[in-house]
């Protein structure tokens, strides 16, 4: 039974900062690149951070890079997305992926919502 579950979401007044959180089971974590993905109202999914199986290398999207870091605790099966300087754009539900060969095989958790308004 995979799952990943993803918490932290909420609401946050720009240039507040949130940590959401991601644990897993049911699968070898620790093997496993992570991503975290965001889909914002009426706009198409978008990849926000990805971090290595062992967290030697990070990626972000242009959007948020210098805003969010991506980290992972393998001992604890998860993986966080720090976001800070938080603006309205980045209102979305943000998902958790692993992603795996072939891509429809990923796994996704269930979203958890950001909502960044005055």
């Known amino acids: 039974q995979v799952q990943l579950v993803e918490s932290g979401g909420g609401l946050v007044q720009p240039g507040g900062s949130l940590r959401l959180s991601c644990v897993a089971s049911?699968?070898?974590?620790?093997?496993?690149?992570m991503r975290w993905y965001r889909q914002a109202p009426g706009k198409e999914r978008e990849l926000v951070a990805s971090i290595t199986w062992s967290g030697s290398r990070t990626n972000y999207a242009d959007s948020v890079k210098g805003r969010f870091t991506i980290f992972r605790v393998n001992t604890k099966n998860t993986v966080y997305l720090q976001m800070s300087s938080l603006k309205p754009e980045d209102t979305a539900v943000y998902y958790c992926?692993?992603?795996?060969?072939?891509?429809?095989?990923?796994?996704w958790g269930q979203g958890t919502q950001v909502t960044v308004s005055s």
């Open positions: 049911g699968f070898t974590f620790s093997m496993y690149d």
């Open positions: 992926n692993a992603p795996r060969a072939p891509p429809a095989d990923d796994y």
